[in-house]
């Protein structure tokens, strides 16, 4: 078993932390911030992760997983800080997180020791930003002296503990040894296929899967206005689409969020401007969906200023409490830009008034995340206290029979069709 030092415990250091000590591994946490290392300390977690809180509190009870501030010397050092962008309209890759914590790992980093970089990173990140950085602050050559990989992380957030397990995954060393090295590590906890290539080649799988899915949300939302435009009901006909054996196409909804979708396809772009007109388009398309959902809500009211609305959803997706990059706040401020009273709402994070409360009075709901609570929302509850019978479902969740008996008039993101949809055809009401 190795001593191993994760800089980074955050949603992706964390979890892999508490792995690698469950695995037998002896585990030291590295954080700027002092709140994660407190919690740590504690054998707690400011994560909100089903099985997380019980895997770190095990590994700190054990002894094998401890909190510090600045790296120490260990066999295998894995890098998970942050890689965000910076910029409006053409946006860069912001490296200064994944250099800081290089350059804090160089001063311990002794002959043999193996660095890998787990944060999302343009293509070359491993061998051009973190390398030089290790190899000045160490004296030691990647790939001589020391061993340099990067695996990106695949996991979803509310399935992190399964996937870290279980998913496949990349690896991509600046030399065959790096590699081979680095899938030892993970062997220990892995049970899915790992597959070794370069690193350069393992910054790009990871970021063409995220630039995948991103132009494919983009086709998407777009076909999501025409739909509207034609008359038709999107969700429908992507259903129907779907039927085709080799056609996929995902869902339709108020723009794309979270640190990963919404960003990495601008690394790809940045890497390789001219030849990106693509996906540069399909990020266009997704950040113009909180502003279509805003005229949606005007189109529904005839006119936001002074309407009272009640937002359901704040995070950057279903079911979980992350809040970061998350389009649900910017339809917000479309709303509240054009004179809209909003009373914000999200089952999954801390709220002083239930959904009920904050009905009271409002013209119109507005759907932004498909929570599973908000399936269990009752229309009949609700009905009595608005003022105005209007819901606007951005992501096909809302029961249409339901809400329709109730006395509510539901209207969908990308449904054009006049009627109420009719039930048992199409995508599940
Ligand atoms: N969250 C996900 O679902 C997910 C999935 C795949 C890949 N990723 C990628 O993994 C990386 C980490 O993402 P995350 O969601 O865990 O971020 P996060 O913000 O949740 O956590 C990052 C942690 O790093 C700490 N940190 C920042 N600079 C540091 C430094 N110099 N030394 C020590 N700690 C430092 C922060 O305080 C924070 O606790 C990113 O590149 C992200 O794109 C994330």
Redo the contacts with the bound molecule.
């Keep these: 078993m190795a001593r191993v030092c994760v800089?980074?415990?955050?949603?992706?250091?964390l979890p892999i932390a508490a792995v690698l000590s469950s695995a037998g591994h002896s585990v030291i946490g590295?954080?700027?911030?002092p709140r994660?290392l407190e919690a740590l300390a504690r054998g707690c977690t400011i994560i909100r992760e089903p099985g997380l809180d019980t895997l770190v509190a095990q590994g700190v009870a054990s002894g094998r997983l401890v909190a510090c501030a600045r790296p120490q010397p260990a066999e295998a050092f894995i890098l998970?800080?942050?890689?965000p962008v910076r910029g409006l309209a053409n946006k860069r890759a912001d490296l200064r997180?994944v250099a800081?914590?290089a350059e804090?790992v160089a001063p311990v980093l002794k002959r043999g020791n193996l660095v890998i970089l787990?944060?999302?990173?343009p293509p070359g990140t491993t061998a051009e930003v973190v390398g030089p950085i290790l190899e000045r602050g160490s004296g030691l050559q990647a790939g001589q002296g020391f061993l340099l990989a990067h695996c990106?992380?695949?996991?979803l957030?509310g399935n992190v503990l399964h996937e870290l397990v279980h998913n496949d995954r990349v690896i991509g060393g600046v030399d065959r040894a790096s590699a081979e090295t680095a899938r030892d590590l993970y062997a220990s906890f892995v049970q899915g296929e790992v597959f070794l290539t370069d690193a350069t080649t393992a910054e790009l799988v990871k970021l063409m899967e995220n630039t995948y899915r991103d132009v494919n949300i983009a086709l998407a939302n777009e076909f999501a206005l025409v739909a509207r435009h034609l008359g038709v009901n999107a969700w429908e006909a992507i259903e129907l689409a779907n039927r085709h054996p080799r056609v996929q196409i995902l869902r339709p909804g108020p723009g794309v969020g979270g640190?990963?979708i919404a960003?990495d396809p601008w690394f790809v772009v940045g890497a390789a401007p001219r030849f990106t007109p693509l996906i540069t388009a399909s990020r266009a398309v997704n950040d113009a969906m909180p502003l279509h959902v805003a005229d949606l809500v005007a189109d529904v009211l005839g006119g936001l200023a002074g309407r009272r609305i009640v937002t359901l959803g704040m995070t950057y997706k279903a079911n979980v409490d992350d809040t970061r990059e998350s389009p649900a706040a910017e339809v917000v401020e479309h709303l509240q830009h054009a004179g809209a009273e909003v009373r914000l709402h999200d089952a999954m994070v801390a709220a002083d008034l239930s959904v009920e409360e904050l009905a009271v009075g409002a013209d119109c709901l507005v759907l932004l995340v498909d929570h599973q609570a908000y399936a269990d929302l009752d229309p009949s509850m609700l009905a009595p206290l608005v003022r105005r019978l209007e819901v606007v479902d951005t992501r096909n969740f809302l029961s249409v029979e339901r809400w329709t008996e109730a006395g509510f008039r539901l209207t969908r993101l990308g449904d054009g069709r006049r009627r109420a949809a009719i039930p048992g055809v199409g995508a599940p009401a």
Aim: glycine residues 10%; aromatic residues 6%; charged residues 10%.
């Design positions: 800089v980074g415990l955050g949603y992706v250091g590295v954080d700027t911030n994660v998970a800080v942050p890689t997180f800081a914590a804090s787990e944060s999302t990173s990106p992380e695949r996991i957030p640190h990963c960003v």
